[in-house]
T-cell receptor
Framework: AQSVTQPDIHITVSEGASLELRCNYS??????LFWYVQSPGQGLQLLLK??????LVQGIKGFEAEFKRSQSSFNLRKPSVHWSDAAEYFC?????????????FGRGTSLIVHP | ETGVTQSPTHLIKTRGQQVTLRCSSQ?????VSWYQQALGQGPQFIFQ???????GRGNFPPRFSGLQFPNYSSELNVNALELDDSALYLC?????????????FGSGTQLSVL
């Protein structure tokens, strides 16, 4: 069965600093990988996805992620964090279930941004 | 503005009761899926409906059931509520099943079971 591990429950960074959120996955086949962001009181918004091809993927809001098959990782990065980036971030692996790919989410990493 | 709306936003029930949560999908989307997000956890897939038929289910007991209507709106029903059912319930719609990248989430219904 597929699974996602986000080892950091909380990450605190200063505004303007760089950011890396870690994600490790377990899946028997080629994974479909996603990063979502959830602001308080809101649903999830897709930041970026990896299906195949270039292992460095660009997303919205200046985020990028790199797929490393050898490390089973899909870490999210941003070169300069803004205060508005404070939110909960979820990594997910899409696994086939019937006719669909169903995302399995990690437990999330809460990003705190200090001024 | 994602276009996925859920009602109610908050709900308080007591153990053993039944609850119905509602979701209106984004215009043009015929697939709806439901997720349970417990406090401090990621969302867990409950089930998915495509053209009024269930076409995928996660590891949830039968007391979690759903419906999808001809206008593609959906309901999640939970019978015999337990304390552990307290969670944020998220609905997501997509234009077709299988395109997880095209999931649009609502803001959720916060259910508290006392």
């Amino acid at each position: 069965a597929q699974s996602v591990t986000q080892p950091d429950i909380h990450i605190t960074v200063s505004e303007g600093a760089s950011l890396e959120l870690r994600c490790n996955y377990s899946y028997g086949a080629t994974p479909y990988l996603f990063w979502y962001v959830q602001s308080p009181g809101q649903g999830l918004q897709l930041l970026l996805k990896y299906f195949s091809g270039d292992t460095l993927v660009q997303g919205i809001k200046g985020f990028e992620a790199e797929f490393k098959r050898s490390q089973s990782s899909f870490n999210l990065r941003k070169p300069s964090v803004h205060w508005s980036d404070a939110a909960e971030y979820f990594c997910a692996v899409g696994a086939r279930s019937g006719g669909s790919y169903i995302p399995t989410f990690g437990r999330g990493t809460s990003l705190i941004v200090h001024p | 503005e994602t276009g996925v709306t859920q009602s109610p936003t908050h709900l308080i029930k007591t153990r053993g009761q039944q609850v119905t949560l509602r979701c209106s999908s984004q215009s043009g989307h015929n697939t709806v899926s439901w997720y349970q997000q417990a406090l401090g956890q990621g969302p867990q897939f409950i089930f998915q409906y495509y053209r009024e038929e269930e076409n995928g289910r996660g590891n949830f007991p039968p007391r979690f059931s759903g419906l999808q209507f001809p206008n593609y709106s959906s309901e999640l029903n939970v019978n015999a509520l337990e304390l552990d059912d307290s969670a944020l319930y998220l609905c997501a719609s997509s234009p077709v099943p299988g395109l997880t990248e095209k999931l649009f989430f609502g803001s959720g219904t916060q259910l508290s079971v006392l």
